[in-house]
Each structure stands twice: as structure tokens, then as C-alpha cells.
């Protein structure tokens, strides 16, 4: 039996077990790839800047949901500054330039938008004066406010303002019609006013009008309309406008990087150490698996709670911390007992008989034998470590500016996305986490053979 | 003497990842009252599988299993394995299996396993049968206290007496013993050697005595068949096969021991046993066989008969008539 | 045969291990305790005994496989007995091992080329063509050729006797003056037992090589040795010419010993044959006296005191047995 990688490769590509965890694994490191390539600013930095997600809905669930709902939900609409159409002119009696932005929006969709919001790009040194108004495909014509705006950028929260509530309420009486208690712009908008209970969309092709009198005659002024939607993307938002998509996509690099970093580095270490102990015996070995006893004893998580609370630490200072609390472990003294099993035979008592150096013996003789049951325990262990960074992210002690799985499902927590049932935001970055054990677990099943000797056929 | 063995054209072939072994294809033979017959062979001849053969304890992975095993008259082929099991299997014949002073369980004592045994097969009470295992520790010569201790506190020579006790618990006619010395070493060996020729002398027993020690063979061989590649080569008496073999393996195999008296030149064999899973055609020895010839390369050769009521195998002796 | 100055000189060899105690006396397992014996330039000695009477151990340790607990170990004139790692490199080169298991003594890793290279690469040959002609000798000398038959084939993949021979091409490479063969043909065939004592024997007659051979089967030890020592409970009892001793043995456990074993001859089934009783001892708690006594047919009452020594009783002929002792 030689070439013992060879015999790992086997395990895994013979089995349905194991072809079936490589798959799962190609899927998320698809993901991985797919992050690198389709994301390419730096996201941790990104995560955090709240005007970076500005353009999307907020709470949104994946879009895709769509497929199965009769009503279907709308996605977000842009109307750039392009897509207005302006006339200009300038009186010279009055000493003003009128400006007219108009915005035809098609809007076909079964619900109600989510937010409407204008943005007005004013470039003025002193102010101007500008009036909102809404037409619907049914004609009625709807004021909805009227301001002084000053140079820079300024947001209009069609939705929130009182003043459009109040232009909703007068238009409605003019028609003769009975306003509802509670007025909501993002319905009544986009509902037929003559029948304002109806909670059905109107649809049809909308003009966003916005009247400017601007006295300074250099000052110009832009503006976008964004009606938001009530779904996005893959993978759906959270409250801070944030595409899960991406942030999820991010945490697969990390989490796999974390979870084989981790493993390799803990299997490798504990084996060595292991075969060390073994190799030398006697007292080195004694304090070995003394050292050994008291790790495996020693509570992990709450030490890693304790450090990350007196600390704040970054993702690869917790690989560290981790890797330095496993080096000893059980893989340590499985590693031992298998060495000191290769040792007692008589090849390796052959090889000292013609002068081979205890280094040598170590390690041409003694961990290549080894080899097959630390491929196999990284695997296997991968997930656990998968899960502890998910779980310190969790309880709040992980990376706080890394988008990984674990923070975005502590993100979730904390925004109440069980409370209100905000079933994405939970769901698909807990779906990953589950998917890379799985996977894992499904290749270590595989590679069960190659580990346990005794199922080994000579 | 009456025959209380037969055994006609046994075959047990194993299934394996590698294909199929021909353990022992077409073994026949016949076992007197009262007499040993010592199966030789080398390793991988088949001997062991022939002894688990005639017990009908197949493995899982048999393929094919047939012949006809006639136990004091009686085929036992035609029994199901219940049946077997409680008539046949331990009162009749029993079985000292390779190794099998290894196999005691470490943390019964030694009277309890031996009790087992008769538990397993006999409607008593645990008291009759611890009595009837002190017992039989005196038969094979151990004092009583022995029922006691543990595996670990005997010593080799003890562990196999016990081992024979156990065979020996229902008084069977025939005994089957696979190599039961070869771990023991030259004394002990002598000790066990001469506790089977007084236990057969006072019991009437009958042997079976498989090993691949030719010498260790001779002290309890009455007929002695050769096995090689899964067959019998050659049958007769001890006195033919030691002094006047007839088969060129026999003759051979006995060249080749060493012998502590007398100054004699060994011949060694050229090449090895055969593969058992693809033997070579025609004669399975004829690769090393100094006298080969065309015919041995294409057909089987019979078992002719030899002088003095022996059997060969072998188409040098293709004038004679054939068993 | 037997030059005046040995090649190993044994004087006095004790190898005790000591046993773990709860309590602060250690019991020692004393598998060899005072061994003595010349072993002459060329000579092949056999050393016959059954198993625990420390005739493994007492091979290793004078390969320094194994650390002695006392006594003196000479090699070529020098003082091996305390000697540290480094300072036994050289005796690395000059004295081999031969293991009884066929497979476990070889790596199942590498191939028969890189079995062989193992030593030489560990002893500094660093042409790569040195190497091979080196490994080509040493299989042709075994007879495993057709080399390409072999030179790329895994252990797994030989028969029990070509494995055997691999292990002994091992040994003879770095062509050492001393070869320890341990049990070399026990675990082989009968059919193939005697084409690799032939073997041997050939191999030693050719380079001049100096065996110590350990056995339990006395019959196997005229074909490749000429002297033999009998080890019993970690001492020897006798030693000697091996057809001396056959013939005429002087100690009694050399007596039982090959009273015990049986030549192919039908007409043992009808006698039984004579043995002693008994088991050897174990080898933490040793009888007093004669370690043979409670076994001994001829036992006095001196033997159940005192420890008899090792006399030369007839010329060429050693015995340690109160019986015999001309005193």
C-alpha cells in the first residue's frame, strides 16, 4: 500500500458520500471565485458605509420570491437625472429662471412601493423654490410640496412628509371623495383616488413634476427620482439597505480561508507534536501528554469570550488565538499512538541499524504513514471551526467589521429579523454555514476508510 | 478398522475482490476409527480450509461448496445447519482451530469458558458444567485451580491444553487439529505431542492433524495426505510417504527438511506455491517439477493408485489404475 | 576456523529493563544477565533457544539495537559497550540486521530501489550511479534478477522468500563485517526455508562474514553454522561444535531440547518421546540457584543454591551444569 494521498483520492471520488460533499464544496468555493470576480471593492470597508447602499429598499426579501407569489412584488425603480426631461426658461420681468423636471415612471407592478424618495441636485448660492407634483395615469393631479431648497443635495422623503399627506387630503376632498384614516403616500399614490380603499395598484405611466423658480439665472438643478421596491436581488437585504448577496458571497472565502486555515494548521501542529512525543519518549513525552490533557480540558469558548472582550480583535487575530489554544489536542495523542505503533516495527528498527538520524526516520518513515489520518482530520475538523467563528460573531465577540456568515446572522438578531418573521436575512447565510459542514462532513465520511485501519484492506 | 470419516470430492471455493479462490477442489479421503491421518502442506495449500470444509463452518464469502462428508454413516450434508449444529458439530467431531489458545477471551476465567462450551451444546445446569470443565482440566493433565485464573496468567503450553479441553468437552470421536503446536516452542511441543498420543490412546479417538511440519507430523501420522494448490497430491500410509514417496512434491518437500540427526544434503524447491485464485493449468506442480512433462502442462492427472494401497497424483505413474 | 582475537567480544553482558513499580523498588525483566562469548572473524555461530530466554535481545544488544545494562561489548578492539550515537556511526556500516518477518521488516512504502538506496543514502553515497550499481550488485548477488523484474516493485508485491532475500540484499550493502540474523527462515515455507540458508551460507562463505544466527529450530542450525551456544533463562548453558553438542550434550536442557524435537520418521507415533516438564520462568523472577533446576531431571541439592559456572569440559566443548563441572 503506497502513495497514501493517492488512497485519499480514491476514498473520496469513489464514494457517493464523498462525490457528493466535493460537489456541495465546489458550489461554495463557485461562491468564493464569484466573490472575488463580481465584487471587486473592498467589501469590509464598503459593508460599513451606509451611503454605499443607499439605492436599495431596505428589508427586502430576495427577489426571486417572486416566482411564487400572485401578486408579484416590485423591484426598486431609478429615474436617473438623465431620464427628466427639463424645460427652461427665463422671465426677465420677474428676474427668474423657471425650470421644469418631468419624469414619466411606467410603473406595472401588483404592490406598492416601499419608499419614494427625490433627490434634488441644486447648485445655487442662494436658495430656491420648488413644487412637487404627482400626476396619475387616471389624470388626477396631486400637489405634493412645496420648499425652499438650498445649494447641495437634498433628499425628499415623499412618504414621511406631512406636507404631501396634507396635498393627498385636499386633492382627495376637492374630488368629493372620503379620505381613509390613515393616509400613506406609498399606497394612495399609486391607487386610483377616486377609490382610495380599493388597495389595488393603479397602473399605468405616472409624471413626477417638479416646478423650480430660481432667481439666480447660473444655478441649476437635477433631480432622481427613486421608488423602491419591495424585494432585491439574490439574497434580499437587511435594515441597512445592505445586498445580502454580496455580504454573503464575501463570508464564503472567509469562511472556508477561516475554516481550512484553522484546521490545517491545528492537524498539522497536533501530529507533529504528536509523533515528537512519541518519537522521544520518556519525559518529553510525559510533559507532552500532560500538556495535552490540560488543553483538552481547558474551556474554549469562554476563553475566547474572555480574550474577545478585554481585546477588540480582528478575524485572523482570532485564527491565531484559536490555533494557539489547539496545538495540543486530540489529534495529538491519536497521532502518538500511531507513531509509536509505526515505531515498534521492526523497518524503522532496520532503518537505525544502518544510521539513519532520528530526523530522517521522523520524517521519511514515520509521518508520510501518518499523512492519510491528518488529511482526514482536517477535513472532518473544518466544520467545527466553521462554526466557532459563526458562533463568536454570533454573541457579538467576532470580526465587527468583516461581513462574514456569523455576523450577518448576529446583524439579523439584532434587527429583530425573527420578530418579524424577516425569514432571508436568517435563512440563507444559516443555509451556508450549514451547507460547508455538510460538505465537509459528507467528504470525512468518505475518507472514513483511510483513517480507521482496520477498515483498510491490505 | 471401520471407516468413520468420509470425504468425497469436497470443494469450497472463497469469492474474493481479487476473484475466486479454489481452496480445495475435489478433496477426498477416509479416516479409520482409532486412526490420525496428518494433512501436509505448505502455506496456502488449502489444508486449513479443508478442516473448516468438512465442519461445513463456511465463511461468508463462499462460492461454492460441494461434496459429500459421511460421519459414522450418516451424510451430514443433508442436515441443516440446526441440526448440524446440535448433533454433529462438537459431539461427534470438534475442532482445535489455528490459534485458537490466542482467541480466549481475556476477562473470562478459564473454567467459565470451557463451561460455555457445554452450556452452548448440552441441557445442564452452570453447576454440572463447571464440574464437568474441572474435569476435563484433568484430562488434559491441569490441576484444578487452573478453572480460575485468566488467559493471561497461563503460559502457552496451558493455554493450548486448554484449548484441547474444550475440544474434548462432549467426548467427540474425532478431533480436527490445525496446527496446534507451531507457537509453542520445541519442549512444550513435545509435551502437547505426547498428551494427543495418550488422550487418543485412552479415548479411541481419531485425529485429524493439519501442519506443515513435516517432522512434528510423523509422531501421530498413521496415513498422511499431502496437500498442494487446494488438492490432495498424495495418500498413504507414514511408513510410504516418510520412507518411499511417490509424488514428485512429496518427495521433494521431504528432501528439503532439515533434520537434527544424520547428515543429510537438502534440496530445496525451486519458485513458489501457487495462486490459488488462477492456478496454472494441467498438474498445478509442474512449474517446479524437476520431472515435468507435456501431458503435465495440459490435463489434471488422477489420483493413480501407488503401491501398498497409497494414491498419487502425478502422470508419472500413468500405468497404474486410477482411485 | 576460530581465530585467537574475535571479532565481537561479549564479556560479561547483562540487559535488564526495568518493569514499572508503584513502590520505590523497580523490578527489572532481566532478559540477558551475564553472557559471555568470542565470536571469530568469519565464524557463524548459532544461538539456539526458545522464545524468552533472551537470545532476540542479546542479537540487538550487540548491535547496540539495544542498551546494555552492564558488561563489556568489544567490536574489532574498540569498546562499544557505552558508546554514544555518534560515536557509533561507523559501527552503523560494519554490522546489519536480518529480522525474522518478511514484511514488517521492510518499508511498505518504498519500492525494492529505494529499500536498497535507504542505507546508502544514509552513510553518504551521493552519486546517484554509485547508488544503482551498488543496488544492482546487491539484488544479483540475492538472485532477484531479472532486475527489472523487481527493482520497481513494492514489498507487497513479493513472495515471503524474495522478500526475505530483499532483506538480506539490505544487509549485505553496505557490506558489513557482522550480521545479526534473527529467526532469518522461520516465518518462510519449508520448500524455500533451505534455499535461503543455502543462500546464506553461500553469501557468508564469499565475503568473509561474521553471523551471529539465533534459532528455536536446532535441525536448520548445521546447514549454516558450525558452533552453537544454548541460551536458557537469559545465560548459556552450553556451548559448542554443533555436532559435538548434537551428539553428545552435556547440559541437561540442551539434552531435553533435543531429545524434544522430531525427525520425519514413522515410527515415532508409536513411543512417547521424553520430555522434561514445565515452562521457563519468567524473566523478572528467575529461580535461585541453577535456573534449569526445577525442570532438571538430575537436579541436586547444590543446584537449587548456587549458579554454576561456564567451564570448558572437553575441549571446545562449554558447560555450565554442576553435573559436569570438574570441581
Request: glycine residues 6%; positive net charge.
Amino acid at each position: 500500500m503506497a502513495g497514501g494521498s493517492r488512497d485519499i483520492v480514491d476514498a473520496i471520488f469513489r464514494s457517493k458520500s464523498g462525490l457528493a460533499g466535493v460537489l456541495i464544496l465546489m458550489v461554495i468555493l463557485g461562491l468564493s471565485i464569484v466573490a472575488l470576480i463580481y465584487v471587486p471593492f473592498d467589501v469590509s470597508s464598503k459593508w460599513n458605509d451606509i451611503t454605499f447602499w443607499q439605492l436599495n429598499p431596505r428589508l427586502a426579501p430576495p427577489s426571486w420570491i417572486n416566482i411564487f407569489l400572485n401578486k408579484k412584488l416590485p423591484e426598486t425603480v431609478i429615474i436617473g437625472e438623465k431620464d427628466f426631461i427639463k424645460y427652461e426658461y427665463y422671465v426677465e420681468t420677474a428676474g427668474l429662471k423657471y425650470v421644469t423636471l418631468e419624469a414619466k415612471l411606467d410603473y406595472s407592478y401588483d404592490e406598492y412601493p416601499s419608499e419614494i424618495i427625490a433627490m434634488l441636485y441644486v447648485n445655487d448660492s442662494s436658495g430656491m423654490l420648488v413644487t412637487l407634483k404627482w400626476i396619475q395615469p387616471n389624470g388626477i393631479e396631486i400637489p405634493l410640496c412645496r420648499l425652499i431648497v438650498g445649494h447641495g443635495v437634498t433628499p425628499i422623503y415623499i412618504g414621511n412628509r406631512k406636507d404631501v399627506q396634507e396635498g393627498l387630503m385636499n386633492t382627495m376632498v376637492k374630488l368629493g371623495i372620503v379620505p381613509p384614516g390613515t393616509i400613506k403616500p406609498e399606497v394612495l399614490l399609486f391607487s386610483d383616488l377616486n377609490h382610495p380603499n380599493s388597495f389595488e395598484v393603479l397602473k399605468g405611466i405616472y409624471r413626477f413634476k417638479i416646478d423650480a423658480a430660481i432667481p439666480n439665472r447660473n444655478a441649476t438643478i437635477d433631480s432622481k427620482l427613486i421608488v423602491y421596491g419591495k424585494v432585491y436581488g439574490l439574497a434580499g437585504t437587511d435594515s441597512k439597505r445592505r445586498d445580502l448577496f454580496i455580504g454573503v458571497v464575501w463570508g464564503a472565502p472567509v469562511a472556508l480561508a477561516f475554516g481550512l486555515t484553522t484546521a490545517i494548521l491545528t492537524s498539522f501542529i497536533q501530529t507533529l507534536l504528536g509523533t515528537l512525543s512519541a518519537w522521544y519518549g520518556g519525559l518529553v513525552d510525559e510533559v507532552f501528554q500532560r500538556i495535552t490533557d490540560i488543553y483538552m480540558i481547558l474551556p474554549f469558548l469562554p476563553i475566547l469570550i474572555t480574550i474577545s472582550v478585554i481585546y477588540k480583535i480582528n478575524i485572523w487575530t482570532l485564527l491565531a488565538i484559536v490555533v494557539a489554544l489547539s496545538v495540543f489536542g486530540s489529534a495529538t495523542k491519536t497521532a502518538r499512538s500511531m507513531a509509536l505503533q509505526i515505531m515498534s516495527e521492526p523497518y524503522v528498527e532496520a532503518a537505525v541499524s544502518y544510521g539513519a538520524s532520528r530526523r530522517r526516520i521522523m520524517l521519511l518513515y514515520i509521518l508520510p504513514r501518518l499523512l492519510p489520518y491528518t488529511m482526514a482530520n482536517i477535513v472532518l475538523s473544518v466544520p467545527s471551526y466553521v462554526f466557532l467563528e459563526a458562533a463568536l460573531s454570533l454573541l457579538g465577540l467576532g470580526d465587527p467589521t468583516m461581513p462574514t456568515w456569523g455576523k450577518i446572522i448576529s446583524d439579523a438578531f439584532e434587527g429583530g429579523a425573527v420578530i418579524h418573521g424577516l425569514w432571508w436575512w436568517v435563512l440563507i447565510p444559516s443555509t451556508l454555514i450549514i451547507m460547508t459542514a455538510i460538505a465537509f462532513a459528507l467528504i470525512g465520511l468518505a475518507l472514513d476508510k483511510v483513517v480507521n485501519p482496520r477498515l483498510r484492506e491490505r | 478398522m471401520s471407516e468413520i470419516l468420509q470425504v468425497k470430492d469436497l470443494k469450497l471455493y472463497y469469492s474474493t475482490r481479487k476473484g475466486i479462490v479454489k481452496a480445495v477442489d475435489d478433496v477426498s479421503f477416509v479416516l479409520n476409527k482409532g486412526e490420525t491421518l496428518a494433512v501436509v502442506g505448505e502455506s496456502g495449500c488449502g489444508k486449513s480450509s479443508m478442516a473448516i470444509a468438512v465442519m461445513r463452518l463456511l465463511p461468508r464469502n463462499v462460492n461454492t461448496y460441494q461434496g459429500s462428508v459421511t460421519l459414522d454413516g450418516e451424510d451430514i450434508g443433508k442436515l441443516d445447519d440446526t441440526l448440524l449444529r446440535k448433533r454433529v458439530l462438537w459431539r461427534k467431531i470438534s475442532m482445535v482451530f489455528q490459534g485458537a489458545m490466542n482467541s480466549l477471551n481475556p476477562v473470562l476465567r478459564i473454567g467459565f469458558q470451557i463451561a460455555e462450551t457445554l452450556l452452548e451444546h448440552e441441557k445442564i445446569t452452570r453447576k454440572e458444567a463447571q464440574a464437568i470443565a474441572k474435569n476435563s482440566l484433568e484430562l488434559v493433565r491441569l490441576p484444578g485451580f487452573i478453572a480460575d485464573r485468566y488467559p493471561h496468567e497461563l503460559s502457552g503450553g496451558m493455554k493450548q491444553r486448554v484449548v484441547i479441553a474444550m475440544a474434548l468437552a462432549l467426548n467427540p470421536k474425532i478431533v480436527i487439529l490445525d496446527e496446534p503446536t507451531s507457537a509453542l516452542d520445541v519442549i512444550t511441543q513435545a509435551n502437547i505431542i505426547n498428551l494427543l498420543k495418550r488422550l487418543k490412546k485412552e479415548r479411541g479417538l481419531s485425529y485429524i492433524f493439519i501442519t506443515h511440519d513435516l517432522a512434528v507430523a510423523s509422531e501421530l501420522a498413521d496415513k498422511v495426505a499431502v496437500m498442494y494448490g487446494g488438492k490432495i497430491v498424495e495418500y498413504g500410509t507414514a511408513e510410504q510417504i516418510y520412507r518411499d514417496p511417490q509424488h514428485p512434491y512429496t518427495q521433494k518437500l521431504m528432501a528439503s527438511i532439515p533434520t537434527l540427526r544424520g547428515e543429510k544434503k537438502l534440496e530445496f524447491i525451486p519458485g513458489a506455491p501457487p495462486d490459488l485464485i488462477n492456478p496454472p493449468p494441467g498438474c498445478r506442480f509442474h512449474p517446479r517439477c524437476p520431472y515435468a512433462m507435456e501431458i503435465c502442462k495440459v490435463k489434471e492427472p488422477p489420483r493413480f493408485e501407488v503401491k501398498d494401497g497409497g494414491k498419487a497424483a502425478c502422470w508419472l505413474h500413468e500405468g497404474n489404475n486410477v482411485e | 576456523m576460530l581465530s585467537s582475537i574475535g571479532i565481537l567480544q561479549v564479556e560479561d553482558l547483562k540487559v535488564w529493563f526495568p518493569m514499572r513499580r508503584l513502590f520505590r523498588t523497580t523490578m527489572y525483566a532481566k532478559a540477558v544477565d551475564g553472557v559471555s562469548f568470542t565470536l571469530a572473524k568469519g565464524e557463524s555461530l548459532a544461538l539456539v533457544g526458545e522464545s524468552g530466554c533472551g537470545k532476540t535481545t542479546l542479537g540487538k544488544t550487540c548491535l547496540r539495537l539495544v542498551e546494555p545494562t552492564s558488561g563489556r561489548l568489544v567490536y574489532k578492539g574498540r569498546d562499544i559497550t557505552y558508546a554514544s550515537a555518534k560515536e557509533l556511526k561507523w559501527y552503523r556500516k560494519e554490522a546489519q540486521i536480518i529480522y525474522q518477518d518478511p514484511f514488517s521488516s521492510l518499508n511498505p512504502f518504498f519500492t525494492v530501489y529505494r529499500i536498497l538506496e535507504e542505507p546508502l543514502l544514509v552513510n553518504g553515497i551521493k552519486s546517484k550511479e554509485e547508488r544503482t550499481n551498488l543496488i544492482h550488485e546487491a539484488l544479483s548477488e540475492v538472485k532477484l534478477v531479472p532486475l527489472e523484474d523487481f527493482i520497481n516493485k513494492f514489498p507487497h508485491m513479493l513472495s515471503g522468500g524474495q522478500r526475505q532475500r530483499l532483506a538480506i540484499a539490505r544487509a549485505l550493502i553496505l557490506k558489513p563485517s557482522f550480521i545479526v540474523a534473527d529467526e532469518p527462515v522461520s516465518m518462510l515455507d519449508a520448500s524455500v526455508r533451505v534455499e535461503i540458508l543455502y543462500l546464506l551460507k553461500d553469501l557468508q562463505a564469499m565475503h568473509g562474514i561474521s553471523f551471529i544466527y539465533i534459532t528455536h529450530d536446532i535441525a536448520t542450525v548445521k546447514y549454516f553454522s558450525n558452533r552453537m551456544a544454548v541460551m536458557y533463562s537469559g545465560k548459556l548453558v552450553e556451548m559448542g561444535g554443533i555436532r559435538e553438542v548434537v551428539n553428545n550434550p552435556l547440559h541437561p536442557y540442551t539434552e531435553a531440547l533435543i531429545e524434544a524435537i522430531p525427525d520425519p520418521d514413522p515410527n515415532n507415533r508409536y513411543v512417547e518421546r521424553k520430555v522434561v516438564p514445565g515452562e521457563p520462568q519468567n524473566p523478572i523472577a528467575w529461580p535461585a540457584g541453577c535456573r534449569f533446576h526445577p525442570r532438571c531431571p538430575y537436579a541436586m541439592e547444590i543446584c537449587k543454591v548456587k549458579e554454576p559456572p561456564m567451564e570448558e569440559i572437553k575441549p571446545g566443548h562449554q558447560a555450565a551444569c554442576w553435573l559436569r563441572t570438574k570441581r
